[in-house]
């Protein structure tokens, strides 16, 4: 499925640090999760051993990164990873940064137009296919690599904490806007932030990390607040 699974997960970095003890979760297919804590906690290598990017020490990691076969093409294109930083190719415009991903697929500029076009639009840069990272404002740098993330039609995304360097009016905008378009594909998301604002106006359940190493010490439910809609 599209879930994401962890149990029991330890992780003992190559320098003998201990960033994770006995970390369990479970993310269900189309559950947008929050994962909550301060810096250091270990959120973001909660979110690489869910993307396959590192391997866990000890504990089981079941997710559609770990599970996809490598050779298949159409695996790693089921998970997406936004980070924190827009990763923007600075000399490619926005349509070539975009393009990308299904570039590395095999599909042609032609061929790939039709949905680099409609994650563009999707992200409200419609207009701005032909723009350069340093033209754009830095909430318009982050939409382009969500619009990127999101072009192979992935069914999970990670993200760590993509708003953080944003001023609050915009990262108060990309939240409504994310939630809206979240609401309207529901992939399954595991959201890591600092902010408990962002964390329960975003996601049906929070998960709270904290310690050194990290664990995971809280969880809520986040109720469906009138005040959404
Ligand atoms: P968070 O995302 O909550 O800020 P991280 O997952 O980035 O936390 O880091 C958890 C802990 O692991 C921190 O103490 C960090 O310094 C350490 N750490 C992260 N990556 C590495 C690494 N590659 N080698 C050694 N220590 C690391
Ligand atoms: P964001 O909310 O994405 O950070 P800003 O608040 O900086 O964007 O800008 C608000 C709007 O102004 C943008 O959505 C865009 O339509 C327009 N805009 C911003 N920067 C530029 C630019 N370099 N060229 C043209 N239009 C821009």
Redesign the pocket.
Known sequence: DAGLHLHGVHKR???G?L?LQDVTLDVAPGEFVALL??????????L?LAAGLEAASDGRVDTPATRADPRAQAGAAETAFVFQEPTLMPWACCFDNVWLPLRLAGRSRAQAEPDVMRELRAVGLGDFAGAYPHELSGGMRMRASIARALVTRPRVLLM?EPFAALDEFTRQKLNADLLAWWAAHRLTVLF?THSVYEAVFLSQRVLV?SG?P?RIVAEHRVPEPAARD
């Open positions: 970095h190559p320098n640090l960033a804590g301060p810096s250091g906690c270990g959120k973001s290598t909660v690489r760590d890591v990390m050194r990290g």
